[in-house]
């Protein structure tokens, strides 16, 4: 008969967890002097969405093991996510007409190579099953992910289930990343990690069409290329900070914002070819969008943490997988409540500010859609963005939240808004404790 330690072994091999979310979010009326086809609607309106998903793991060696989520996504965005580059829902689906049936979220098979005998502790969690790994080693990942799973994270603003919700805040806005319209796609991710720095790569898919589901297959024409170099330090004693440095590189099936202009302009009057700028019109295989990210948390007291985004792309062709977003600065904090006795609730705030390029907003004042934003006209100015949370634990893993966004000029648009978006959260998460299935028990 197998000892106990060997049961315990066997069984702690498994991760069995699941999760579930729900956001209710509401504006007020706002001005508007006019609205279009994808404007934030004026007048009052609510929406719920919600998220549910089960992670599941095996380690199959010591080195490897295989990770695969199911997850049903369902409900609604304000105005169905539109309107707004910096959307304040990030669990909204951006295609309101795909099926809320369960998909699979995530398969990967995740291999690591030791480089060093000297090891550290780790927290296991449905990306990772061990609870122990070497300081220098190598971690290659293969299968359905999603991107942002290991690239651009923050440990005060990634996690739109406890943290903030908006995401331009969650992410960088300007980072296009590789996705379908869920979120998701195939690829390869190589990780480096060393005692004081970590170094990544991956290589993914990138969607058919701007917003699609469907990914496109053949890597020589369409791809996603990223790069993050993250380094670990301290500026203060004692307090830990961390920047990551991202680049990515993406190869698709795009539009040229200026090529779409002049086929609506003639000689500068607007009688051209075309009845509306259509981006769609001038989309050509093979074309290249690139940018650049910084991201950096700091420790400041045991309780309380900064952290900060910018993120730049060229703007030239059209925004393909995430936002409308080629500029963003945004700064933030949060503040755990143990001074009140509330040690695992949270607070938190933050400000962004996004921008578009030149080509990319005088499409949109022309009357051009893209596949978040299309006013009918745009009067440019800067999207603001303040959001404002409160988390409270209610009772192992259920927590409550209320949220408060204030859009200034949604959509870049001066001539509407600001609008007011106030949201409550409740999220659920609980995980199987495989020890207690321990032969006896």
């Known amino acids: 008969m197998p000892s106990l330690a060997d049961q315990d072994s066997f069984w702690n091999r498994f991760w069995v967890s699941a999760q579930a979310n729900f956001i209710r979010q509401q504006h007020p009326s706002f001005d508007a002097q006019y609205s279009g086809p994808n404007s934030l609607l004026p007048d009052k309106e609510h929406a719920t969405s919600r998220v549910e998903t089960l992670y599941t793991g095996f380690q ?29 829902n990030l669990d909204v689906v951006r295609n309101p007409t795909l099926s809320e049936d369960p998909y699979v979220s995530r398969v990967m098979l995740h291999y690591t190579i030791p480089l060093s005998k000297e090891t550290t502790e780790a927290t296991r969690n449905p990306l990772s099953l061990a609870s122990t790994v070497p300081i220098r080693r190598l971690e290659l990942r293969v ?14 603003g990634s996690d739109s289930h406890l943290q903030f919700m908006n995401w331009a805040i969650v992410n960088n806005g300007a980072y296009d990343y590789a996705a379908d319209t869920r979120g998701y796609s195939y690829g390869l991710v190589a990780e480096y990690y060393d005692k004081f720095w970590a170094v990544r790569f991956g290589e993914m898919l990138m969607p058919t069409v701007a917003n699609g589901i469907t990914l496109d297959w053949n890597i020589a024409r369409a791809r996603g290329e990223n790069f993050e170099f ?9 307090r830990a ?4 440095a991202l680049g990515f590189v993406n190869h698709a099936d795009m539009g040229s914002y200026r090529q779409a202009i ?16 259509d981006i769609t019109a001038y989309r050509k295989p093979g074309r290249v969008k690139y ?6 948390e700091q420790e400041l007291t045991p309780l309380w943490r900064a952290f900060g985004r910018l993120g730049w792309n060229d703007g030239a062709n059209e925004s393909f997988a995430y936002t409308e977003i080629d500029r963003t600065a945004e700064i933030g904090t949060d503040f755990r409540g143990k001074p009140w006795r509330r040690a695992q609730d949270r607070v938190g705030a933050a400000f962004v500010a996004n921008g ?72 659920i998460e609980d995980a199987i404790p495989f020890d207690k299935f321990r032969r006896g028990n």
Not at 262 to 277: I, K, T
């Open 356 to 427: 578009l390029s030149g080509d990319h907003r005088r499409y949109l004042a022309l009357g051009g859609l893209g596949f978040i934003l299309g006013d009918g006209a745009l009067n440019y100015g800067l999207e603001r963005i303040f959001e404002t949370y409160y988390t409270a634990h209610v009772w192992r893993g259920i927590s409550v939240a209320i949220d408060y966004q204030h859009v200034a000029n949604p959509g870049y648009n001066q001539d509407r808004g600001p609008a007011s978006v106030w949201s409550f959260r409740v999220h």
């Open 291 to 296: 940018g650049f990210g910084l991201n950096a």
């Open 60 to 88: 199959i060696t010591k080195q490897l093991e295989i990770l695969a989520d199911v997850e049903s996504a369902g409900g609604a965005g304000l105005s169905n996510a539109l309107g707004i580059a910096g959307f304040t």
């Open 230 to 238: 993250e380094y670990h330090t301290a500026l203060f004693p004692k």
């Open 143 to 156: 299968g359905k992910m999603s991107t942002v799973d290991f690239f651009d994270l923050n440990s005060v």
């Open 262 to 277: 002049h086929g609506f302009l003639s000689g500068g009057f607007l009688s051209g070819n075309d009845a509306v700028p």
């Open 241 to 244: 900070t961390i920047v990551r």
